[in-house]
């Protein structure tokens, strides 16, 4: 049997480039990398890097600044060479984030906003019976 994967699938030629501001959506595109290149660069860092697979050869391309890279060469690493090639790219220079990572965020932060209303409720009620 073979997995479905949760949303459809990126079209190369004309990818959603709001739906892969989702690492977990650009992880998705890389099914076929191909395996000489999976030695040299991972996907799990490539997405992480806000770049997805094209369908061609090992070039990969960015979620916001569109830029592509491609040859990767052991010792290469995504981080580094996005931020080379593209300096002005938005999640670069921490303008843009992903959409996985902004939600999880959200979350932390309504989490610590109700952390904080309770805490504040129980030294209300604190200070009051010390009164």
Same mark, same amino acid.
């Given at each position: 049997?073979?997995?479905?994967? /949760?949303?459809?699938?990126?079209? #190369?030629?004309? +990818? !959603?480039?709001?739906?892969?501001?989702?690492?977990?959506?650009?992880? =998705?595109?890389?099914?076929?990398?191909?395996?000489?290149?999976?030695?040299?660069?991972?996907?799990?860092?490539?997405?992480?890097?806000?770049?997805?697979?094209?369908?061609?050869?090992?070039?990969?391309?960015?979620?916001?600044?569109?830029?592509? /890279?491609?040859?990767?060469?052991? #010792?290469?690493? +995504? !981080?580094?060479?996005?931020?080379?090639?593209?300096?002005?790219?938005? =999640?670069?220079?921490?303008?843009?984030?992903?959409?996985?990572?902004?939600?999880?965020?959200?979350?932390?932060?309504?989490?610590?906003?109700?952390?904080?209303?309770?805490?504040?409720?129980?030294?209300?009620?604190?200070?009051?019976?010390?009164?």
């Amino acid at each position: 049997m073979v997995p479905v994967p /949760l949303i459809p699938p990126i079209d #190369g030629s004309h +990818p !959603d480039f709001i739906q892969l501001q989702s690492e977990s959506a650009r992880l =998705l595109t890389f099914h076929d990398w191909p395996s000489s290149a999976g030695h040299i660069v991972e996907p799990r860092d490539l997405a992480a890097t806000g770049l997805f697979y094209t369908g061609h050869a090992d070039r990969v391309q960015c979620a916001f600044c569109r830029g592509c /890279l491609r040859s990767w060469r052991p #010792g290469d690493r +995504p !981080d580094q060479e996005h931020r080379r090639h593209f300096p002005d790219c938005p =999640l670069i220079r921490g303008a843009a984030g992903d959409a996985d990572f902004r939600a999880s965020r959200t979350i932390d932060t309504r989490q610590q906003q109700q952390q904080a209303v309770a805490a504040s409720s129980t030294f209300t009620l604190t200070s009051r019976l010390v009164r």
